[in-house]
């Protein structure tokens, strides 16, 4: 029932093709951008009350998608390397859905004076099992989106079939004192961000923009990747036609931290009991410390269908080596029949 609504509304929705509101692709070309042909893809849009999300949708078919989900203030590009080959190498009979997170992408901003929350990630894929009637949620997510993926599948564990987390699988330890500490100035940053929402924020040259994502993310997205994100993350400049602007709702900057509980964290790990593949980039900074270590340790012993792999590249690895990904995540959906 869920694989039939899904395809009916896709197929009969006459607001799934989304007009582009920013510049083609091609104004960010790169030599090295990985592509495979003849995949068809479609650009959708979801409702939501405060407007619509926005998702690609890769494939065709009836059976429920797997769905896509994105790093913090990165976006549904961030799987454009990777879903063509995986949807090639599962011979085009499973759709992949990613999505844009509210105030990322494409997606609708949230209300003026309202601001995010990570832990309304989660309920948000709650919101699409709900709305398109699936039986069973299939995560892939990466980073905040891993985050999210792992939390859904906990508190909902019989709702997710499959969970893949590309490098993190939880937050990081911090010294609550210096988060703490730290409260007060994101409290003012956010009140200042909810006064200039309507306000064009400053522009770049493509030269510019790509090095500007390329060193905010500690120059885990390669160069040569950073395209795979402007695509859906800038919007061409009212004021200069030959700049482009960051796109992304500028509140996502101020995000309240809370780091959780051990024991909190732990009272969710003992919930997830579907198959859970952790792919760790070595290269990469995060869940490397002993709360995250130990915390993947209690993981592997009280779920024997979890593992871990870890393969070379840095936080964004599936977006810079999806050839070095791809296997991996096959070789994990061959074993427990997802394709």
Known sequence: MARRLFSQWILNNNQTVLKPKISSLANFSSKKLHTVQGIPVKEVQIPVQWGHVAGKLWGTGSDRPILAVHGWQDNAGTWDPLIPLLYKEMNNNRP?????????????????????????????????????????????????????????????????????????????????????????????????????????????????????????????????????????????????????????????????????????????????????????????????????VSMADMIAKNNEKYEIQYLPGTHHIHLNTPELVLPVIMQFLRKYNFV
């Open 96 to 292: 992949i859905l990613a999505i844009d997170f509210p105030g990322h992408g494409l997606s609708s901003w949230l209300p003026p004076g309202m601001n995010y929350y990570s832990w309304e990630l989660p309920r948000f894929i709650h919101y699409l099992k709900e709305y398109f009637k699936w039986d069973k949620v299939s995560i892939l997510g990466h980073s905040m989106g891993s985050i999210a993926g792992f939390r859904y599948a906990t508190v909902f564990p019989d709702d997710v079939d499959f969970y893949i987390a590309v490098d993190i699988l939880i937050y990081d330890d911090y010294d609550i004192h210096f988060v703490v500490d730290k409260y007060s100035a994101v409290f003012k940053k956010a009140l200042m961000t909810q006064k200039r929402l309507d306000i064009e924020p400053p522009s770049y040259t493509r030269e510019e923009m790509i090095k500007k994502w390329h060193m905010g993310t500690l120059k885990s997205v390669a160069l040569e990747s950073v395209p795979y994100l402007l695509e859906r993350g800038t919007r061409p400049s009212k004021q200069d036609p030959n700049k482009f602007y960051f796109s992304r709702d500028s509140r996502l900057k101020f995000t309240l931290f809370n780091p959780e509980d051990k024991k909190f964290v732990e009272a969710l790990i003992l919930r997830l009991k579907c198959p859970t593949l952790y792919i760790k980039a070595v290269d990469s900074p995060f869940a490397v410390d002993e709360f995250a």
